[in-house]
């Protein structure tokens, strides 16, 4: 932070995010009504029906501290060094726990703040019960980072197109879909590529869809990044 001195109101306002070690610009403070915040590299809480995880799950991880407003605004400054590899996937978890044909509708809303620097993507992660099947939708991404697999070319589906890929982690199956062009607001129809995957593809059965992620899979953010979800809904049916 600039060494300048700041007025008693800004000091209020900057005054959770600097408790948790945070180089925030004053432009950035959404912090300020933070009602939890935690930099435990597994911190959650449960907020309006949705649970935020730290996750801070990869090797060679830096420093990182998550806060929320609610269940569907929050964000996450963290200061991972510039190597490879994911070190973490804040996030925000909706259970749906119903399969795939039991689902009359399944859509999110999106809107976020990202830096330019850094390597990252803003993904949906979605899971099956048994977790055998892992859906990741990225609505963005920055620098060296790309998705597991092999190219299945692309796909116009719940009001995007994306470049789609197949592959797997070692311990389950991962389809990645690829937003063609950067988004950092929107709305996704998820129901219509569940049922590509199944139907279309039948690269999977009637699964039971058991959680629905959003957040952001940070491989570098050297010097510390922020990264804001202003609103993120799930809705289903």
Same mark, same amino acid.
């Given at each position: 932070?600039? +060494?300048?001195?700041?007025?008693?109101? *800004?000091?209020?306002?900057?005054?959770?995010?600097?408790?948790?070690?945070?180089?925030?610009?004053?432009?950035?403070?959404?912090?300020?009504?933070?009602?939890?915040?935690?930099?435990?590299?597994?911190? !959650?809480?449960?907020?309006?029906?949705?649970?935020?995880?730290?996750?801070?799950?990869?090797?060679?991880?830096?420093?990182?501290? =998550?806060?929320?407003?609610?269940?569907?605004?929050?964000?996450?400054?963290? !200061?991972?060094?510039? *190597?490879?590899?994911?070190?973490?996937?804040?996030?925000?978890?909706?259970?749906?726990?119903?399969?795939?044909?039991?689902?009359?509708?399944?859509?999110? +809303?999106?809107? @976020?703040? @990202?830096?330019?620097?850094?390597?990252?993507?803003?993904?949906?992660?979605?899971?099956? %019960?048994?977790?055998?099947?892992?859906?990741?939708?990225? @609505?963005?991404? %920055?620098?060296?980072?790309?998705?597991?697999?092999?190219?299945?070319?692309?796909?116009?589906?719940?009001?995007?197109?994306?470049? @789609?890929?197949?592959?797997?982690?070692?311990?389950?199956?991962?389809?990645?879909?690829?937003? %063609?062009?950067?988004? !950092?607001?929107?709305?996704?129809?998820?129901?219509?590529?569940?049922?590509?995957?199944?139907?279309?593809?039948?690269?999977?059965?009637?699964? *039971? =869809?058991?959680?629905?992620?959003?957040?952001?899979?940070?491989?570098?953010?050297?010097?510390?990044?922020?990264?804001?979800?202003?609103?993120?809904?799930?809705? +289903?049916?």
């Amino acid at each position: 932070m600039a +060494s300048r001195t700041l007025s008693r109101v *800004t000091k209020a306002l900057l005054a959770p995010a600097l408790a948790l070690g945070v180089t925030v610009g004053l432009g950035s403070a959404p912090a300020s009504a933070a009602v939890w915040n935690s930099c435990d590299q597994w911190g !959650n809480t449960s907020l309006n029906g949705y649970t935020l995880y730290n996750n801070i799950w990869g090797s060679g991880a830096g420093s990182q501290c =998550i806060w929320a407003n609610s269940g569907t605004n929050w964000g996450v400054w963290a !200061n991972h060094p510039n *190597t490879g590899g994911i070190k973490s996937y804040p996030n925000q978890t909706k259970a749906i726990n119903k399969s795939i044909t039991s689902l009359g509708s399944l859509s999110s +809303s999106y809107n @976020v703040s @990202v830096p330019s620097s850094g390597a990252y993507n803003t993904s949906y992660d979605i899971w099956d %019960t048994d977790h055998d099947y892992e859906i990741m939708l990225w @609505v963005n991404k %920055t620098g060296a980072v790309g998705p597991i697999g092999s190219s299945q070319g692309s796909v116009t589906l719940g009001g995007h197109t994306w470049n @789609v890929f197949k592959g797997t982690n070692g311990a389950n199956e991962v389809f990645s879909f690829i937003r %063609t062009s950067n988004s !950092n607001s929107g709305t996704v129809n998820i129901l219509p590529i569940l049922k590509w995957i199944k139907d279309t593809k039948k690269w999977m059965g009637n699964e *039971t =869809i058991g959680d629905v992620q959003f957040g952001y899979e940070v491989t570098s953010s050297s010097g510390g990044l922020n990264f804001t979800t202003n609103n993120l809904t799930v809705s +289903s049916s």
